[in-house]
């Protein structure tokens, strides 16, 4: 797979969790007015600037949470690697600069974005405890 079939593949994979009910917003990455970033990853291994985009989720169920981290772990495990975040109510991802593809599957990401995940929702159920 190719920078330009990974991308296509997460924005395919993107859109089946909007068919799956989930509601998704995508805006321009702020990035792509960055000259110094841009001129940075301006590289054949990065997305062009005209392809970064923002991602955000706004998961209403466990199922919805659920699908996002495995949709995310499933990139990782086919080697796509970006950005991503959030909050109690959200989800992000960053296709970005961020946005490339690795050799192999990143364990030691895929751990850490675990124990992240792990955080917001302990966040958003003492909300809901309040």
Known sequence: ?????????????????????MQIKMVPSKSRNNKGTVKKYDRPDRLSQDKWFHVTFYPKTDAHRELIQDMR???GWLC??????GGSCERDWELDWSFHL???PDSDREVLQDEVEKMICENLENKEEQ
């Open 1 to 21: 797979m190719n920078l330009n079939e990974a991308y296509q593949y997460t924005l395919d994979t993107i859109e089946g969790m909007r068919n799956s009910g």
């Open 73 to 75: 772990k499933a990139l």
């Open 80 to 85: 796509i690697v970006f950005d991503t975040g």
């Open 102 to 104: 690795e050799e192999m």
